[in-house]
């Protein structure tokens, strides 16, 4: 199977936010027998069949109860569809991410469902779940355009909020973890550890006692991000924070990040943001 990123179809969601019911048998059907990548991020929570499927390259099987999570960069694939299936799904569109940026709500869901896609509910936690998502469809046809996008980020962090409860309480932290995915959570951690002092790909390999194209290849797989993509998530999540909620100076927010000068600081802002630190503060 060649998951060469360049010639994968891409997913995405024609509005900020999309919930519904109508993933049936024959939409997925579309998808069996080859990969396509994410761009947006979607929740599925399945009440009913079963799904055997390829998440970044990891075989999984949904059924009744499971809560599915899949960033943006995830790679999947349909293999098999047994019985009639129910299924709700919540997504947010790869534009809006990248306009509002990654959120710490965010972030942590990351880390908790690395490599665990898919946990599965109490059947009373599916009920609470499923009417949840009933309210926000009856939201979602109620509202107009210009209110549903008012409250996108807000829907946004609860949902994020919400997937790390999920796994909290379920205490998914202490199951045993493969090779690959401790040393992508091991990763994981320095980076949030170390973001804001190094940017460089092999100073984390080389702290983990591996190879850099090693490392590469597992958070590749596990995530389907980047090494380079995952710090970036983090720097400009902190680099964002800071242009909005305090008055520093971008010279001194480029320090606190560690950047050799303003330049690089605002042509490496511009790469993961599309424009200038200085147009973000003023938008």
Request: aromatic letters at 10%; charged letters at 20%; hydrophobic letters at 40%.
């Amino acid at each position: 199977m060649d998951t060469n990123e360049k010639e994968l179809p891409k997913i995405d969601l024609p509005e900020e936010w999309v919930i519904g019911t109508d993933i049936n048998k024959d939409l997925l059907n579309l998808y069996t027998h080859y990969p396509v990548r994410l761009k947006c991020e979607m929740f599925v929570l399945c009440i009913r069949g079963e799904v055997k499927a390829l998440i970044n390259l990891n075989e999984v099987q949904v059924h009744a109860n499971d809560v599915i999570t899949l960033m943006p960069g995830t790679i999947f694939q349909i293999n098999e569809i047994i019985g009639e299936l129910k299924i709700y799904f919540l997504g947010f569109s790869s534009s809006f991410i990248e306009q509002s940026g990654q959120s710490h709500s965010m972030l942590d869901a990351i880390f908790l469902t690395l490599g665990r896609p898919v946990i599965t509910l109490k059947p009373e936690g599916t009920i609470m779940m499923e009417q949840y998502l009933q309210m926000v469809i009856a939201m979602y046809e109620k509202l107009n355009e210009k209110v549903r996008h008012w409250i996108t980020p807000n829907l946004y962090n609860d949902v994020h909020t919400g997937i790390s409860i999920l796994y909290k309480s379920r205490q998914y932290d202490k199951m045993p973890l493969s090779k690959s995915e401790l040393l992508c959570r091991n990763f994981m951690q320095l980076v949030t550890q170390n973001y804001n002092q190094t940017r460089n790909v092999g100073w984390y390999a080389k702290k983990l006692d591996i190879t850099h194209a090693h490392l590469c290849a597992v958070v590749k797989q596990i995530t389907g991000k980047t090494c380079a993509d995952v710090i970036a998530s983090m720097v400009i999540m902190d680099a964002k924070s800071q242009l909005k909620s305090t008055n520093l100076t971008i010279q001194a927010i480029s320090d606190s990040l560690n950047f050799a000068s303003i330049s690089f600081f605002g042509k490496y802002f511009k790469r993961y943001v599309g424009m200038s630190p200085l147009e973000y503060r003023k938008k």
